[in-house]
């Protein structure tokens, strides 16, 4: 029989092997070209653990499909290339220690470390093995260890062909860092599932199927320029124009005044010159209802600022970015339902909680295929002090393989 925590392991350390960080500045999908030496890897190894229709598309996305052998739902795993391009090195070079407790020096040479102050959770898995950074880099456990879970539990299958499965599908997807951009290019045609699964949150028993509403908006002014000898009751400045706008809005309304399941307005970026300003603005609500109340705050502080400089030229453009998974779904619903029922049979605690956000369920859910999102068992996403103990790593592999059992019709 498979040594399923050897599989996980090997596999994990042969994708993290491959540098795949996504590049912010290019708009290629994808952006960088280690997701496509990765795509090509994964689709070969899906070749050979039976998998048909095996395809990866121009955009690096790798999709295949694996036959009923009973009936139940067509059920999708999706997990992302890329790691994130947070200023660190995108090479990883992995670690397993056994942990014995206190801080954990991660890199002698550059004297990094991993403090039990900063991190008490580390604490929880005293004795136990876990994969560590070298503390120059991210772990990539964001998103590389759903990778090894679906590819495990491919082989898992693989393996032992008695074991029961209704029609399964898998899609690994380019740049989700950079805003969803593969999910949302997929092509559904080649995913035809009744719902699917990312495996694309942290800790033990962590559950997702709310996110936020995500949009983005760029106000664009154009000023009128003029020598200071004649300016005055001319000239108008498109830098104190978006400053007069940035003032319309309340200051605590932004993302570090607020938690929980309070929205926000960003305005993240400005580019001025004496003519123009560009200001670049992220829209958040968990509820649909006040993001679509704080576009329309944007759409009317716009039209009372070109009021208030009618010889100016202001534009607003407003684009939406992803959905919240629960606009389109609600807990009792199969997807949700049978994520909990597979937790619960396997005695791990579920803790949900509203992403602030957002995953590739998101643009997949908005797209037609609900799609909530389970722990991958790491701690502290995107900081060079990820880590992955391999008790929860391998009970999300439970989690997968047992959502394909609870699946199967009765
Ligand atoms: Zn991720």
Redesign the pocket.
Known sequence: MLDKRKELVTRFLRYVAIPSQSDEKNSAVPSTPGQRTLAQLLARELKELGLSDVSVDEHSVVYGTLKANAKGPAIGFV??LDT?DVALSPEIHPQILRYAGGDVCLNREKDLWIRVKEHPELERYKGEEIIFTDGTSVLGA??KS?MANIMTMFAVLHDDPSIKHSELHVAFVPD??KGLCGSKIMDLGKFKVDFAY?I?SCELGEVVWETFNAGSGKLCVQGVSAHPMSAKGVMVNPLLVVHDFVAMFDRKQTPECTDGKDGYWWFQSVTSDPLNAVLGINIRDHDKQRYEWRKQVLRDNARKLQEQYPTAKIALELSDTYENIANNVTRDDPPVALLYKALEELGIKAKTYAMRGG??GSALSARGIVTPNYFTGAHN?HSSAEFLPLSSFEKSLSVTLKLIELALES
Do not use: I, Q
């Open positions: 997990s992302h994130v964001d998103n759903a989700e860092e990312t694309d995953t590739d996403f």
